[in-house]
């Protein structure tokens, strides 16, 4: 948690000392987390996205940033029931999610920066990202794949990143709707393939 603050903090910073765009959005979405384990099960999070992001290059047409796309997200069931006479069931499979990629960006069109004018954007770029999905559950099997039941550990890692989108230029002042796809591959732990889609709107 500390990186993202420190991420968001470096993004502030650079605006403060720059004339340059400073460029957020937010929105929603979903992630699918997809272990290269079988003892790990595959995971699908809806999201909360935040992107703040500073254009240190920036000309009519086109732009180069750089951002952290902060994404929070949560997967999972709560369940419990009380009867009469005492008894109870308790089921919490709740998991949350938090991802604090360091992205630079190249933006084309609608809103590469606030003075563009076109209607229709595009956006692609890479970095390096942070994930963490709190407590999750291992699988454990014997040398004969027998179920031993479950085993918990905290699953976080670092790992290159990429992603990629479009925008459409709304109302004036160049707000835009993006709808962004983002790819995180883990180099720790169980090494997860991280797949996200979010819509979300810039301002």
């Known amino acids: 948690m500390k990186k993202a603050v420190f991420f968001i903090a470096l993004i502030i910073s650079v605006h403060s000392a720059s004339s340059q765009s400073f460029l957020h959005g937010a929105g929603i979405g979903f992630l699918v987390s997809d272990p290269s384990s079988p003892h790990v099960k595959t995971k699908v999070f809806a999201t909360l996205h935040y992107y703040p992001q500073v254009a240190f290059v920036e000309t009519e047409s086109f732009s180069v940033s750089a951002g952290v796309p ?3 997200g949560f997967t999972g069931t709560y369940n419990a029931s009380y009867s009469s006479r005492g008894d109870s069931y308790e089921e919490n499979t709740l998991l949350g999610l938090i991802q604090v990629p360091l992205m630079v960006n190249f933006n084309g069109g609608a809103g590469s920066s606030k003075q563009n004018e076109q209607r229709f954007g ?40 990429a992603n990629a989108g479009i925008r459409f230029a709304v109302g004036s002042h160049q707000k835009s709707i ?11 732990e169980y090494k997860p393939s991280m797949f996200g889609l979010n819509a979300a709107f810039n301002f």
């Open 122 to 161: 595009y956006f692609a770029g890479g970095g390096f990202s942070y994930h963490s999905t709190g407590i999750d559950e291992l699988l454990m099997t014997d040398q004969f794949g027998n179920d031993l039941g479950t085993k918990k550990y905290y699953a976080k890692g670092f790992g290159p990143a």
């Open 70 to 72: 902060l994404t929070v």
């Open 178 to 188: 993006e709808v962004r796809f983002s790819y995180m591959k883990g180099l720790k």
